[in-house]
Nanobody
Framework: QVQLVESGGGLVQAGDSLRLSCAAS????????MGWFRRAPGKERTFVAA????????YYEDSVKGRFTISRTNAKNTVYLQMNSLKPEDTAVYYC?????????????????WGQGTQVTVSS
């Protein structure tokens, strides 16, 4: 079955950087779009970023544009989220997500597969 395993979360200070990784298995990784979502304390899970099958097209939620970068290495079945200039409001559990389409459709469709999540805490 499809498995998504995140790593790279942690506790950082405002202005710091973190890189999340998601290792995928169980299907042909390079055929499908991938994404990242997050759930802040007391809130619903929301879209952060998505990338199409080839890495040629990316989408971002407005509050992270210019600070976060999603990328993928198909040869390693891995998707990344580079997070720079972190803010306390970025504090959340971050989830890797797998779509069943090659395109992420601007992040407007829901993924099918989810990782277990990794905690990111940004202190002020």
């Amino acid at each position: 079955q499809v498995q998504l395993v995140e790593s790279g979360g942690g506790l950082v200070q405002a202005g710091d950087s973190l890189r999340l990784s998601c290792a995928a298995s169980g299907r042909t990784f390079s055929r499908y779009a991938m994404g990242w979502f997050r759930r802040a304390p007391g809130k619903e899970r929301t879209f952060v970023a998505a990338i199409n099958w080839s890495g040629g097209t990316t989408y971002y939620e407005d509050s992270v544009k210019g600070r976060f970068t999603i990328s993928r290495t198909n040869a390693k079945n891995t998707v990344y989220l580079q997070m720079n200039s972190l803010k306390p409001e970025d504090t959340a559990v971050y989830y890797c997500a797998g779509y069943t389409t090659p395109q992420a459709m601007g992040g407007t469709i829901l993924p099918t597969y989810w990782g277990q999540g990794t905690q990111v805490t940004v202190s002020s």
